[in-house]
């Protein structure tokens, strides 16, 4: 089978990425073995392939967003309820140790041995890959292989976001930032009830929100029309944690939904946090936000856009990605 491979992390100039043959992967024990459909080219991947996050495995295969068709099932891989042709998601969060005091009180996100698609294992940047029957998740129906791609990354992230933004019941969320996983978060909130109000920078990005059912669309550093119950800032700008803060009413929460911010400026304690508004971060998710969600994509038709790519143009697509060369999401399609 063909597989990308990171044989030297590095800039993208310096071809750090390689298309190689070799043999399909065997399935492991309680593992199922996945002929990839379609897989997401998401941030992280650049990250891995850049180097930006130190190498796990040598040579790893990139690729954490990935619909497949279950090709082969590994010694005890039955348990899970996957039969050989079914479909299934393989996402960023690979395994957890199952044990640890985080996993144990329902917060695998945060299992300090957990590991990942496309980091610690081979991800989808290939014709086959493995997944642990576990941690697959199954698809929503109503959507293209290339369109389910995203939902699996960028989608859970977003909707994890907003369970730790704690939205009240048609509440006002605010939406600092508007990509790939606050576009499809920003759906979620509308198909519950929510008002939202968009601000960002980018004249594109604020059509679409409003297209999509945001009731205003304004400038990243400005301030909404009305107080917010909730926030999410998508955007990895720290200067803007204390406009969202002071739009905050009484009560309110802003999730910093990114893996990373730039230096947070000093707060006022009377104009940013007073009043009981908190300030929360976003780790990773758990198997839980990812079967929530999938679930809510199942029943609500999410609009999502995509940008096709051949498995061969995979190194076309990260470099398109890092130069902003399209909205959506790239999604690589063997
Ligand atoms: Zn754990
Ligand atoms: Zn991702």
Not at 82 to 89: L, Q
Request: net charge negative.
């Amino acid at each position: 089978m063909r597989a990308w491979h990171v044989d030297t992390p590095g800039p993208l100039t310096s071809d750090p990425l390689r298309l190689r043959t070799g043999p399909v992967p065997r399935p492991g024990p309680g593992e199922l073995l996945l002929r990839v459909l379609a897989c997401g080219v998401c941030r992280t991947d650049l990250h891995v392939t850049e180097g930006d996050l130190p190498p796990h495995r040598p040579g790893v295969t990139p690729g954490h967003e990935v619909v497949g068709e279950v090709a082969g099932l590994g010694e005890a891989a039955a348990g899970a309820g996957f039969a050989v042709g079914d479909r299934a998601g393989a996402a960023w969060l690979r395994r957890t140790d199952g044990e640890c005091t985080f996993c144990r009180r329902d917060a695998e996100n945060l299992c300090p041995n957990s590991v990942y698609t496309g980091w610690d294992a081979d991800g989808g940047y290939a014709e086959y890959m493995t997944v642990p029957a576990a941690y697959a998740h199954r698809l929503p129906r109503g959507y293209t292989d290339a369109e389910l791609a995203p939902l699996l990354c960028a989608g859970i992230i977003g909707y994890r976001a907003l369970k730790r933004a704690a939205l009240p019941p048609g509440g006002r969320l605010g939406i600092y930032g508007f990509g790939g996983s606050a576009h499809l978060a920003a759906q979620v909130a509308l198909a519950s009830g929510a008002t939202v109000h968009v601000l960002t920078r980018g004249e594109q990005a604020r059509r679409l929100a409003l297209e999509l059912g945001a009731a205003s669309a304004g400038d990243a550093a400005g301030m909404p029309p009305e107080p917010l119950d909730a926030a999410i800032l998508f955007a990895p700008v720290g200067d803007l944690v204390l406009p969202a803060l002071s739009a905050l009413d009484r009560g309110g929460t802003l999730a910093v939904a990114g893996i990373y911010l730039s230096d947070i400026p000093a707060l006022n304690y009377e104009r940013h946090l007073f009043q009981e508004r908190q300030l929360r971060s976003v780790t990773s998710n758990t198997r839980q936000d990812a079967r929530e969600f999938l679930a809510f994509a199942d029943e609500h038709k999410l609009a999502v856009t995509v940008h096709p790519y051949p498995l061969q143009a995979a190194d076309a697509a990260l470099g398109d990605l890092k130069n902003g060369r399209f909205d959506g999401a790239a999604v690589l399609v063997p």
